[in-house]
């Protein structure tokens, strides 16, 4: 614990550590985990309860397990990579490079999952009010009411005569 807090100083991160699996529960719970590096098997931690905690409360939690080198050839490495969503696993000892490294690929990997999402639903918001088509003002002024009321959970009633496009608008 502190050889990893020694080596990610001067990395302009908030760190918190802890030597026990319940209060490393009780912090996940109640704080914002962006990534959770933790061993994956010892005698008083174990690493995927940590994992499905920090999941549950930030589903993009990155997760870093420390570990004996063979452990991807075991079946809790294999459980911890391909069904729990581990990120990586750095064999001990520790080296504070790779440990940097591996770090930033992680934020770097939750940023650009965070900017796809954000993308895609300004896509998705765009995309229904592609099929309006015509520039005429009263049809700008509806896109923009639409556009108002999309993100709500109003109720809005839709008047119009038969062929209008009243579907497209819903």
Request: glycine share 8%.
């Amino acid at each position: 614990g502190e050889s990893i807090c020694r080596a990610l100083e001067g990395e302009g991160l908030h760190l918190l550590m802890t030597h026990h699996m319940y209060a490393a529960l009780d912090r996940i719970e109640h704080l914002k985990v962006d990534i959770l590096i933790a061993p994956l098997k010892e005698e008083r931690i174990d690493g995927l309860k940590l994992l499905e905690a920090a999941q549950r409360q930030t589903p993009d939690a990155g997760v870093i397990f420390i570990t004996t080198p063979n452990v991807l050839e075991t079946d809790i490495g294999i459980k911890a990579m391909l069904h729990k969503g581990a990120s990586y696993f750095l064999p001990k000892p520790i080296n504070p490079v790779h440990l940097k490294a591996v770090l930033h690929r992680t934020l770097e990997s939750q940023r650009l999952t965070v900017e796809n999402r954000q993308l895609q639903s300004q896509i998705d918001a765009k995309v229904g009010l592609i099929q309006l088509t015509g520039h005429s003002p009263k049809l700008l002024e509806i896109r923009e009411i639409i556009a108002q009321v999309a993100p709500t959970k109003a109720t809005v009633m839709i008047r119009g005569e038969r062929g209008t496009g009243k579907e497209l608008v819903a």
